[in-house]
């Protein structure tokens, strides 16, 4: 069964990866920066920061930085300084940036796959993707980089939520997007 699966998953992989080519080729994007303009889009104030990128996409610190430099050229992202820290930089995807994803994520052509699925199916599907997900992460023991209010380290208060690992109140903006610190409840 797991070869099955393994199947399954790297030939969606392999299609992704050619919608990915074809859809960032029209505005001179290579997959990768277009999945890091993604993830920056998706993460929140903590885990917008080149190192981060580099965690999440598990692409080489050079990799990223030539990937960021690109966006940057573009106009799709901008580096801006930690007010506390000024050793610390974060990426901020701009508006440019969020239109171009408003069109090419989810691919239309990925979009088109899953209109072909009813609600019902497109639930079974996510619920079992999710699963799996799941459970290649903690089997390589690697980070989740989960949803925010989702990770063990999160408390809603009567004020709003706040992050236990890193000691600060967070914003319902931020408890709903992705982090790097996220470890499973």
Do not use: W
């Amino acid at each position: 069964m797991t070869d099955l699966i393994y199947n399954h998953v790297e030939r969606l992989g392999e299609l992704l990866r050619v919608d990915a080519r074809q859809c960032g080729a029209e505005f001179g994007l290579l997959p990768v920066q277009l999945e890091a303009l993604h993830y920056l889009s998706i993460c929140n104030r903590y885990s917008d920061t080149p190192m981060a990128v580099s965690e999440y996409l598990g692409q080489t610190k050079g990799t990223v930085s030539q990937t960021l430099k690109v966006l940057e050229k573009k106009a799709l992202l901008q580096k801006v300084a930690d007010t506390a820290d000024k050793r610390v930089t974060h990426l901020r995807v701009t508006e440019a940036g969020q239109q171009l994803l408003q069109q090419l994520i989810p691919s239309p052509m990925f979009a088109k796959a899953c209109a072909h699925l009813s609600v019902a199916e497109q639930q079974q599907v996510s619920a079992a993707l999710k699963l799996l997900l799941a459970g290649f992460l903690s089997a390589n023991q690697m980070k989740s980089f989960g949803i925010c209010r989702s990770c063990r380290h999160n408390s809603e208060t009567e004020y709003g939520y706040f992050c236990n690992l890193l000691q600060q109140p967070l914003s319902a903006e931020d408890a709903g997007l992705i982090c790097k610190e996220h470890e499973r409840q």
